[in-house]
């Protein structure tokens, strides 16, 4: 069902010069950016080799990713895994006793369907599935 890491999603407290970083020390390309009033959120996507990082910037205190910065402060904030049908990756998920944030799938920044796993059923880890 899995078929590879997508992305990592790393919450960053300056967008512009976490991209600029990025850039320099690791040759990433930009490739996208979004941004979502209803999630409070900013994100960059860059690559870097054959690998996708999101850069994730709270546009507000009591987003998602604000809350985490308050918590956690920068840092990994979620692994993506691309599943070729997220609704019967979300099923096999609850089946194996996963407790999902998202209990039906949503349009993500990327423009395709996503699904948050709870970080206590997976070591910690905040964890999405990104349909391909």
Do not use: C
């Amino acid at each position: 069902m899995l078929t590879r890491i997508h992305h990592v999603g790393i919450a960053v407290a300056d967008l512009e010069e976490s991209i600029r970083l990025y850039r320099a020390a690791l040759g990433a390309e930009l490739i996208h950016r979004a941004s979502s009033e209803k999630e409070g959120l900013e994100a960059a996507f860059l690559r870097a080799g054959d690998g996708e990082l999101e850069l994730l910037a709270a546009l507000r205190e009591d987003s998602p990713v604000g809350k985490f910065m308050v918590k956690r402060g920068p840092g990994l904030h979620h692994v993506a895994y691309a599943v070729t049908d997220i609704t019967k990756a979300l099923a096999e998920a609850r089946a194996a006793g996963l407790e999902l944030i998202d209990a039906e799938p949503r349009m993500g920044m990327h423009g395709s369907l996503i699904a948050f796993v709870h970080p206590k059923s997976l070591g910690g880890v905040l964890t999405e599935y990104v349909e391909e």
